[in-house]
């Protein structure tokens, strides 16, 4: 059974930090782009972050860009979103997803994704 579970969610203060992790089981993420979307309550699905096969390209929202740090680690099947300098407003369920391909850049657009995770809850909150 293919399956993505993120873990590592969880309540932090604003300024603190938090790393989500997201395994694969039943596939390999070798040939998959991985993707990290949240939905924060009443607002639709954003893309946060996304990383190439290797790892070696990245790209981020707006929104997080200098306080968020994807990567990925091949061997144990596993990728990471770090998070830095949280705010507020980065409360929201936070999933993975895969998308099947090697790609030059990463592209992990909401409507194209393989496989998705249930999700983890994030709480920036003093």
């Known amino acids: 059974q293919l399956r993505l579970v993120e873990s590592g969610g969880g309540l932090v203060q604003p300024g603190g930090s938090l790393r989500v992790s997201c395994a694969a089981s039943?596939?390999?993420?070798?040939?998959?782009?991985i993707g990290w979307f949240r939905q924060a309550p009443g607002k639709e699905r954003e893309g946060v972050s996304c990383i190439t096969n290797s790892g070696s390209r990245t790209n981020y929202a707006d929104s997080v860009k200098g306080r968020f740090t994807i990567s990925r680690d091949n061997a144990k099947n596993t990728v990471y979103l770090q998070m830095d300098t949280l705010k507020p407003e980065d409360t929201a369920v936070y999933f993975c997803?895969?998308?099947?391909?090697?790609?030059?850049?990463?592209?992990?657009?909401?409507?194209?994704?393989?496989?998705w995770g249930k999700g983890a809850l994030v709480t920036v909150s003093s």
């Open positions: 997803a895969a998308r099947y391909g090697i790609r030059a850049r990463p592209d992990c657009g909401i409507d194209v994704m393989d496989y």
């Open positions: 039943g596939f390999s993420l070798d040939y998959y782009q």
